[in-house]
């Protein structure tokens, strides 16, 4: 029995604080407190471990009705609530992944599948398929594995995985040859290879993707870490070796106080964060229908300088249409839209599409093509495409110079009037197409590009970031520099072949550049790959998506531009909330070093500039802070600082105001506020 | 403070600034191998040196090779000057029959020098052969400082090259730091400070009747020019005990002044040197603004501190400046210049006593020495020890901009993280460990002279003060067994442990590709830049010593508001 249940459509966005999300998160929090787990986090490990060692001095003092059980409980509680608000952000930001994992998971529910061999088509299950087997799925069958098509052409429904419902086509041979499993054939029936062994598809990798049970910490938080652990053991000897300098004081300090200093000024607010920052970035990645195949792409993204767009599909709308029809000299202008017309009937391209759309609202052509005209179709060799109609008469509309050469060999002298119309056409960024019928050049069709909205302005915002944008493509470099010029891009590559883009990837790169590109054919692969951000369409073939780090599942190349903004939100998510941390200490110090010799030294009370109430409110309040911070910037930890493109100086000194002075700023104004209520309700 | 005061230190940093870039041209031409003006006169003298000892001057190294040669060069001078004072005795230029000196303090001294520390646990007057001042003292005054030349050129290579793994010979760039640059300094100022009177010669110790009639020791010797290699080698071990307050090392307003130019000057030319290797000398620019607002920030404290004088004092009827300890020479500025100009670099010369200073003046050479003398530093050390700081920065804020961090277009990845923070833990372990251990055990407390917070401060500085290299002392402290070992540990320590990890620093940025500067990329010489370095100097060096500062000088200074003394 086949599998031929509908199939749901994958949900794209969930709310943040959604409640199933939060709930398990909650859990989870608690679940993550496993030491084992602790582990990989130094500075959060650090806070549980003066968890423990806080309780077990507060439960000693209510063995021993020692004098500051309160205390105690107050600090290790809130130490408690530090660890437990660290591990809820990480389950939080971890919470929409899982969901949609959950969600794929009962898409790859086992079906069945029609394996091809020599002579024969039997039924097995899909877990039985291995790479090279050929299976056969026709209309409301889900396919079973993932793989390339080898024959026939079909509508497939891909919403499992892209969470778009359109149904998209997967043909034979091409560029759209590829797909996956789970989703579901809505037409004809096609043969595929079997691309990928069970346990190995897309959807597994998927599955490990967004639930980051592959995850592993990418290059630059690897370094981070390290940055926050050497902070930590030079926090952690400062606040050791008070203990004998309050000795020599003769105040000798206890050691819940100073585990309580001690957490204060490690950097648990990004100590915290740190996971859940990049769990999140890799999420909104997946939001926007993305799929990174590690977190080291996502960073990446952030530090591109070259932008390569393909012109087609990315700074033009896919079809260029036809606006004109202009005669040559002697030539009724009638004459040569009908050329255009009878030449382009036949013709499935859009280009050929919007050829008949103009004859017709021209009104000046009508009728079909006589029985037993022969379409002669584009091919890259004859760069020229029309009909030869049964009474002998050959139309053509073409490459002008593969037109005229046409016209030559066919014995004719085409006269060179439509030179300069050719030449206007394509400075202006159009495509000319010459038309002939037999031995002469009746005319010339204007196909133009049709810029996508709003372009310039987003090349705008990517020149202020510092990111180049060149576009690469097929058209003669005259053409190329006019859509250039109108598009607002930086640089051309004009006649590009796999070769040419590959030797510019390598040229940016030689000159110290990342680049990144989108690409879909097999014929990108290698410079996919050899870009330090590729971006492969899901429509596109298997060796593109292999090669490149990223999977775009709408197949929409403007997307890369996002790609490389949520690549820096990361990254400046994660800057700012470090200096937000370390800055924060200021303020800290100042809170506890009063507190604790005030006693011994009373003019130590000068250095309490925030009035606090008493010492232990002064402590208490500093670990409250510190706590609660931790939870305040959980929104802003997987949402992302916010992210405005202009240039680097201008981004620094903004962020520099916000974290860095406010991060000295707001614990002196939060940790008064607490110790104000701590005071009101009498808590200390 | 008055403008005389204040004017005095402005003409001052005007001076250190004027030279700074024609010296750093010059110490450019010579580390890159390029002519000079001494090239006819030198140029042969060192390729005798090399032929003699070997060295193939073309043969580059790598860090761990470069690592290895400073070490191995150290421990080799190390043993020939405890070998020398410990058999002083037997040996000329001996005129007052000076003993061998005991095992713990030679160890302690020989370590002092060749770390470029000159802590002083001896009186150079009552201890000290001539020979042992010259061929021992003197020369490590000139080889350490060699030496830590050498690595800052080591590292700015590490920092600035794209290709090969090497970062230089470190013979050559010690031969290259002695000849070119400290020798012809020295004998040309070293003649100028005997002319201005400091003494120059073999003979014994005079002894004069003077007009009350008591008998006076007038202490002789070769001064002169032992006295200008201790400032510009930032060395700082005077030949006396009083050091640069000494009328013989220092008899005048001129000499002083030129004493602390010579002290900042090789450091405020290697941040030149820096920009002008990385082919843009706004990188060096950027060093030196950051320094010289540290420098301000400090000199401002002391000065201020010092001018508004005691409070107790006043009390008894004497208003003006905390004169005590000072020399009236050079009065309140000009020796809260020197106490500034001393620890912002790892010199360690005083002209004054800072155990004397008020609390807050002696708080400022304290965190100067925490931060690891950065403010132009000791020559190289300086340097290096403020790339770490920029290394720290970059990655800090640079991921702000929202690329990963770079400096000067190179990543800066995990291992460049790893030897960044590794040097920076050097520091708050070093000082904060043993003087912890120090304030706790007897054998710590046996010979401390002042209770309370003041004696923490001894103890603090003690520490910071051998860590750091720097050598001054707060006094207040006398040698004993334990102070000998655990002071000479920490100089050893604490020179080597910042110049292993800085240079394994600059191998891994050694050879590394580097990206284009854009306008998406995140400058290291700009204001917002400056002012940032200065943010994490002060935050991540300065903060982790608060509160034993805050034990120490800062809550002495609320005591004496208050009328407490210790």
Known sequence: MLSQRRLERRPKARSLWDRTIVTRAVGDSFKKLDPRWMMRNPVMFIVEVGAVVTTFFFLRDVISHGGSAGFDFAISAWLWFT??????????????????????????????????????????????????????????????????????????????????????????????????????????????SITANPGETFLDRMIGLVEGAARQKTPNEIALSILLSGLTIIFLIAVATLLPYSIYAGTRQTLPVLIALLVCLIPTTIGGLLSAIGIAGMDRVMQRNVLAMSGRAVEAAGDVDTLLLDKTGTITLGNRQATEVIPAAGVDGGEAMHVAYLSSLPDETPEGRSIVLLADASGQVDGKLPEGSQFVPFSAYTRMSGVDLPDGTKVRKGAPDAVLAWVREAGGTPSTDLSAQVERIARAGGTPLLLAKNQTVVGVIYLKDILKP??????????????????????????????????????????????????????????????????DGTNDAPALAQADVGVAMNSGTQAAKEAANMVDLDSDPTKLIEIVE????????????????????????????????????????????????????AILSAVIFNALIIIALIPLALRGVKYVPKGANAVLRENVLIYGLGGIVVPFIGIKLIDLLLAALHLT | MTAIGWLQAIIFFLVVLALTKPLGLYMTRVFSGERTWFSPVLVPVERFIYRLSGVNPDEEMPWYGYAFCVLAFSLVSLVYLYVLLRTQKWLPLNPQHFDNMTPDLAWNTAVSFMTNTNWQFYSGESTMSYLSQMAGLAWHNFVSAAAGIAVALAVIRGVIRTS?????NFWVDLTRASLYILLPASIAVGLFLVSQGVPQNFAAYQTIHTLEGTAQTIT??????????????????????????????????????????????????????????????????????????????????????????????HQLGVAGANLEGKETRFGAAASALFATVTTDTSCGAVNAAHDSFMALGGLVPIVNMQLGEIVFGGVGSGLYGMIIFVVLTVFIAGLMVGRTPELLGKKIERREVQFAILAALVTPILVLVPTAVAAVTPAGLATLNNAGPHGFSEILYAFTSTNANNGSAFAGLSPNLFYNIATGLN????????????????????????????????????????????????????????????????????LVNQGKTF
Not at chain 1, 144 to 159: I, N
Not at chain 2, 228 to 249: D, H, M
Request: charged share 15%.
């Open chain 1, 83 to 192: 660890v437990l608000f660290a591990n809820f952000a990480e389950a939080v930001a971890e919470g929409r992944g899982k969901a949609q994992a959950d969600f794929l998971r009962r898409t790859k529910s086992d079906t069945m599948a029609r394996r091809v061999s020599a002579n024969a088509i039997e039924t097995v299950p899909s877990s039985d398929l291995r790479k090279g087997d050929i299976v056969e799925v026709s209309a409301n069958e889900v396919i079973p594995g993932d793989g390339d098509v080898v024959s026939g052409a079909a509508m497939v429904d891909e919403s499992a995985i892209t969470g778009e419902s359109a149904p998209v086509v997967r043909e034979a041979g091409g560029d759209r040859s590829s797909v996956t499993g789970g989703t579901r054939v809505l037409s004809d029936t096609i043969r595929i």
């Open chain 1, 454 to 519: 709003n372009m310039r302005d987003r090349f705008d915002r990517l020149r202020a970031m510092g990111i180049r944008t060149v576009m690469i493509t097929g058209d003669n470099p005259l053409t190329a520099a006019a859509i250039a010029g109108e598009a607002g891009v930086d640089d051309f590559l004009a006649e590009a072949t796999p070769e040419a883009k590959m030797a510019l990837i390598k040229r940016e790169q030689n000159s110290g550049r990342l680049v990144a590109m989108t690409g």
């Open chain 2, 164 to 168: 090969g793994k090497t970062l230089g």
């Open chain 2, 220 to 313: 002789g010797g070769p001064i002169g020019s032992q006295e200008i290699i201790k400032e510009l080698g930032t060395n700082g071990g005077g030949f006396v005990n009083a050091n640069s307050a000494s009328p013989n090392e220092n008899p005048s307003p001129l000499t002083n002044f030129i004493e602390m130019l010579l002290i900042l000057v090789i450091g405020a030319a290697l941040t030149y040197v820096y920009g002008r290797m990385a082919k843009n000398t706004k990188q060096g620019w950027a060093l030196f603004s950051a320094m010289s607002i540290l420098f301000f920030v400090g000199f401002t404290v002391v000065y201020a501190a010092e001018a508004a004088g005691n409070p107790l004092v």
């Open chain 2, 491 to 558: 100089m050893l320590f604490g020179r080597f442990l910042i110049i292993v990890p800085a240079l394994a620093l600059a191998g891994t940025l050694a050879g590394k590709k580097a990206v284009a500067e854009g306008a998406g990329t995140f400058t290291t010489y700009s204001p917002v830049f400056v002012a940032l370095l200065i943010g994490v100097i002060v935050i991540v060096g300065a903060l982790t010593f608060l509160p034993a500062d805050a034990l120490g000088p800062v809550v002495e200074h609320l």
């Open chain 1, 566 to 617: 949520i690549g820096k939100q990361l990254l400046m998510t994660r800057g700012s909330l470090t200096t937000f941390s370390i800055a924060n200490d200021v303020a800290k110090y100042f809170a506890i070093l009063p507190a604790m010799f005030t006693v011994a030294y009373p003019a130590m009370s000068a250095l309490n500039i925030m009035r606090l109430s008493t010492p232990q409110s």
